[in-house]
């Protein structure tokens, strides 16, 4: 089976996208009742701001697991959030309630003490690429097996783009014989032919209001709800 991922909030001002934890733990029910299989997640704090901080990140949580019981919630460590490395790391090592998974891009200053952290206190680690640059750093690390599975995400908004950087990021992880399992994913209407490519070539796939407001026919999307559910049509295909 192929699992689906919704990225269900983030840096986007998309009239859908729920911050509070009650709002988040709904929205997720919802999805995962679409076909949602996996989740990754931002918190915000009171002032609707994105956090880092242990209160929001816990409180979300909780929330998100009363709501979507045994399915695992990702959480991000996204840097421009917080862009000092160490007020990043120190805020993440106050969380006292963890996440079944965090997303760690390769390319941000100290991922490699985060994904150290948090690895050695039993979450698992996404590796997540953003660019032939980032697959590079990733291989001459020569650290895969600390991660639990390689996320590939071709930022490129035109569709035929998307899809040639997505091609040539898994060539060079094959090619160094990485074996983790791959989630792909990309941003805005490109978005659905990473994800054609992805479920064609046997990997997850990721949707959602963080990645994408519209739906592969260019109408909008008005809500996670409605990207999860044409996610999974297209996998069901």
Known sequence: MTDLQIALNGDTDHPAMPRTAEEIAADAAACVAAGATLLHLHAFDDDGHESL?????GRMLDAVRRSCPGIPVNVTTFAEIVPDPRERMALISEWTVL??????????????????????????VEACVLSLSDVDRFLRAGNASRFVRLVIEPLEDDPADAVALDAEMEALVAAAGIDLPQLHHG???????????????????????EDTAVLEDGSPALSNVALTRAAAALIGH
């Open 187 to 209: 941003v805005g209407i490109a978005s659905w032919s990473v994800s054609r490519r992805a479920i064609a070539r046997g990997h997850a796939i990721r949707t959602g209001i």
């Open 53 to 57: 901080a242990a209160g929001p990140v």
């Open 99 to 124: 996440p079944d998974l965090v997303a760690a891009n390769q390319g941000e200053e100290g991922v490699d003490d985060v994904t150290a952290l948090l690895a050695g206190r039993g979450v698992g």
